[in-house]
């Protein structure tokens, strides 16, 4: 992400200027900052979620949300993008654009190698202050992996995984199945060998 240089917004500048500009940005503290573009294996990932998450959602009171759906983080003033964001019942919006989510109970984010430090670090940190987010979901796109995290009664944060294209893993507040053979459908990924190979390792 690179940093607007020697300028601080409020956060109604930065919401007037993002409803205008064509390309999606972050806020946090005053400053703003531009999103990386997004691989093939990236926009595949989020489309195959959407549609097994959205089949499955059809008939029940949800929505799904891919990629353009902005979300605050009202603890902390973040605004950001994540890859999905899934409501149950009424969605609480900030104002009458509609643009802006602050209560999703599901978040989804697709890794990438550029931003999956800050997706698991500091971004993931300030998800886990919004209330009502019961499980938050990373998504590798390099490797058949999904990691799930559930929040429990003590506030405590509980990991599920999935590693391999012949499991699935479900999102408990939701009962929505994740099978990876399918979120991971049109990808291809090397052999083992091959990656072994790649990473210099033997």
Same mark, same amino acid.
């Given at each position: 992400?690179?940093?607007?240089?020697?300028?601080?917004?409020?956060?109604?500048?930065?919401?007037?200027?993002?409803?205008?500009?064509?390309?999606?940005?972050?806020?946090?503290?005053?400053?703003?900052?531009?999103?990386?573009?997004?691989?093939?294996?990236?926009?595949?990932?989020?489309?195959?979620?959407?549609?097994?998450?959205?089949?499955?959602?059809?008939?029940?009171?949800?929505?799904?949300?891919?990629?353009?759906?902005?979300?605050?983080?009202?603890?902390?003033?973040?605004?950001?993008?994540?890859?999905?964001?899934?409501?149950?019942?009424?969605?609480?919006?900030?104002?009458?654009?509609?643009?802006?989510?602050?209560?999703?109970?599901?978040?989804?984010?697709?890794?990438?190698?550029?931003?999956?430090?800050?997706?698991?670090?500091?971004?993931?940190?300030? #998800?886990? &202050?919004? +209330?009502?987010? *019961?499980? !938050?979901?990373?998504? $590798? @796109?390099?490797?058949?992996?999904?990691?799930? #995290?559930? &929040?429990? +009664?003590?506030? *405590?944060? !509980?990991?599920?995984? $999935? @590693?391999?294209?012949?499991?699935?893993?479900?999102?408990?507040?939701?009962?929505?199945?994740?099978? !990876?053979?399918?979120?991971?459908?049109?990808?291809?990924?090397?052999?083992?060998?091959?990656?072994?190979?790649?990473?210099?390792?033997?």
């Amino acid at each position: 992400m690179s940093t607007v240089p020697q300028l601080r917004f409020t956060p109604e500048e930065y919401l007037e200027r993002e409803r205008q500009a064509p390309t999606k940005s972050e806020y946090y503290q005053g400053e703003i900052f531009a999103m990386a573009g997004a691989s093939r294996e990236h926009i595949l990932v989020v489309a195959n979620l959407t549609r097994v998450i959205g089949n499955q959602l059809r008939d029940r009171p949800c929505e799904v949300y891919p990629i353009d759906m902005r979300v605050k983080v009202s603890a902390t003033g973040l605004y950001t993008y994540p890859d999905l964001a899934i409501v149950y019942g009424p969605p609480r919006l900030e104002d009458r654009h509609g643009d802006t989510l602050l209560n999703p109970p599901v978040l989804i984010e697709v890794l990438s190698e550029s931003t999956e430090a800050y997706d698991r670090g500091a971004k993931a940190g300030q #998800y886990r &202050r919004i +209330p009502s987010l *019961q499980e !938050l979901v990373l998504v $590798a @796109q390099d490797r058949p992996h999904i990691e799930r #995290y559930t &929040r429990q +009664p003590d506030g *405590q944060w !509980l990991l599920a995984e $999935a @590693q391999s294209l012949d499991e699935s893993i479900t999102l408990s507040s939701l009962a929505v199945t994740l099978p !990876l053979v399918e979120v991971y459908c049109g990808i291809e990924f090397p052999p083992p060998d091959a990656a072994v190979e790649q990473a210099g390792i033997g």
